[in-house]
């Protein structure tokens, strides 16, 4: 593992200390993205699988929690990523609606931030759909 990536884990893991509702899912999709790319695809996908969960509840609160859906779609895409192909046409409905609902541009880069990052360990460009409705062009 890096440095970067043990530093993100570390702050992930002081983050997943507090129980906070509203952010518990980006602290899991977060914590599945940094082991997705240090190499345990295990860890990664009980992370996005949780992250997932977390973000329907909040969604079944208010489904038009943009910030619920895009961690929806990132950890949907990481499930991807992790062997659950199937999850890639649910990681664009995701996102896709995530853009109908907001497309400020800050909004998009640090979604696209995030998303690029979990591309890295995309080997066969299976996300390249799902990027561009992320940046709300798909």
Known sequence: MSDELAQAEATALEAQQYDYPANNHAVSALR???TLLSGDTSKAREEFTLAAAQASDLLDNNSRNFRALDTKGLALAGLALCGEGNRRKEAFDAY???RAINRDAGM???VLRLFDK???ADTRGILREVRGA????G
């Not at 992320?134 to 062009?137: I, N, Q, S």
Request: hydrophobic share 40%; glycine share 12%; no cysteine.
């Open 134 to 137: 992320a940046e709300g062009t």
């Open 118 to 120: 979990l591309s890295e």
């Open 32 to 34: 599945g993205v940094i």
């Open 108 to 110: 998009v880069r640090r």
């Open 96 to 98: 896709r609606s995530a």
